[in-house]
């Protein structure tokens, strides 16, 4: 156990229609890379549920958590 967190802070300008991911081990573990831009589409909220539900039914058994931020 820690008595601290160590942040990764990174600042970088943005754009209208930028979308980031901010996910858990759970998730990242089972959808690669290559694949996310393609279960993004259609919007955040489906595309969210779209990378969980993919990391379940390919084994992912931790937490399995996704944000998905539109810039608008």
Known sequence: SR??????????PVQSGDQFMLCTDGLHEYVELNEIPQMLEGGPEPG??????????RGGKDNITAMVIHVL
């Open 3 to 12: 008595d601290y967190v160590q942040v990764d802070l990174q600042v970088f």
């Open 48 to 57: 969210s549920k779209r990378l969980v539900s993919t990391a379940r039914r």
